[in-house]
């Protein structure tokens, strides 16, 4: 077997020698295989119009319309609705800008049903249609709020009891007193005569009720603190436990000094002030100063409510000097009693 040449100076002579191998290889293929086509090379961007006729008709038809399988084809029909082949794009784009709603046709068989003269399908009932008022009329002013229909609700009138047949005592307990005072006041305008006797005949206020309500309120402060040794009953924590018993506490305090004060009985108002004052100097005194507040405002409010009885009342030596002794323990508590303390020493100068 022959070698073939060293061509290691140049490699001219081995590369003319292989193209010559190749181009007898394609001669002898084409000739062998007449029936192909010859392929050209085309770019895969271009169109299949660009291919030649020759290779369309050679190719199978798979390649160039893919039949759908089965499963896709499902899928398709499950999918979105698509819009047909043949659509007017005039028409798609109003019915969208519009809001236009697909409606179900009215049957023609329904009694809802009418056919017109030109075969238009009528509609038995009118749309609704939305009245819009004028905007004044939805705020109407108070002169034709007024004038308005009634409402359904009567307003409650005060009848005469004249059929009652038994105790003048059992019917008085059924009263508040709002109505008893009416009742009263309205008997000595009847009667002007009976007033000097009503006044002698009325007897002093009764402080135990109001010393019971202080007394439960107080107590519902000290079961809402922590029951625990190992926890302090006055701190931060402790107070935000009772701070609404605390509350509830101060707001009965000054609600029942100013309502012995409207009554105007200003012995039964001093006695009420110092009941009151033991009561809350008997309450928790917190560790943080802002949550004695609440304390601070009660004895704020009863030593006005004691100035405004030593001012207003007819005061005897006796009772003075008794007043000065209630009211020495109670200044350390609040400097409000101070000013008390001088008022009584210039009505005790005037005696």
């Known amino acids: 077997m022959n070698t073939p040449p060293n061509n290691q100076g140049t490699g001219v002579i081995g590369r003319r020698s292989t193209r010559s191998a190749l181009a007898e290889i394609s001669w002898v293929f084409s ?48 999918g979105r609705r ?4 043949t659509w007017s794009p005039d028409e798609t784009d109003r019915k969208r800008d519009s809001g236009y709603k697909e409606r179900t046709p009215v049957k023609h068989g329904s009694p809802n049903c009418k056919i017109g003269a030109n075969g238009i399908v009528l509609r038995s009932t009118p749309r609704k249609r939305l009245l819009l008022n004028d905007p004044k009329e939805l705020f ?10 009634p409402t359904p609700k009567k307003t409650r009138q005060d009848k005469a009891f004249s059929n009652f047949t038994g105790p003048l005592q059992a019917a008085l307990k059924g009263l508040s007193q709002d109505q008893l005072i009416e009742v009263i006041h309205s008997i000595a305008e009847k009667h002007p005569g009976l007033e000097g006797e009503i006044k002698e005949s009325l007897p002093a206020p009764d402080i135990a009720p109001l010393e019971e309500r202080l007394n439960y309120l107080k107590k519902n402060i000290f079961k809402s603190l922590p029951n625990s040794r190992l926890t302090s009953k006055t701190d931060s924590p402790a107070y935000s436990r009772a701070a609404t018993h605390v509350l509830a506490f101060k707001k009965c305090v000054i609600e029942q000094g100013r309502q012995l004060v409207d009554s105007q009985h200003w012995d039964s108002v001093l006695e009420y002030v110092f009941l009151a004052w033991s009561y809350v100097r008997a309450t928790p005194l917190w560790d943080n100063p802002p949550h004695n507040a609440a304390r601070r405002q009660c004895f704020k409010s009863l030593a006005t409510q004691c100035m405004t009885a030593l001012k207003r009342g007819n005061w005897s030596p006796e009772i003075c000097d008794e007043i000065a002794e209630k009211m020495e323990s109670c200044v350390a508590d609040c400097e409000d009693m101070q000013m008390c303390m001088k008022q009584l020493s210039a009505i005790r100068k005037k005696l």
């Open 31 to 78: 000739s062998e295989d007449s029936r192909l086509p010859i392929l050209t090379a085309t770019n895969p961007r271009d169109n299949i119009q660009d291919v030649p006729t020759t290779i369309i008709h050679n190719l199978p038809a798979s390649y160039l319309s893919p039949s759908p399988s089965p499963d896709e084809m499902i899928i398709q029909q499950r």
């Open 82 to 85: 698509r819009v047909p082949v």
């Open 140 to 149: 109407p002013t108070p002169e034709k709020s007024k004038k308005g229909s």
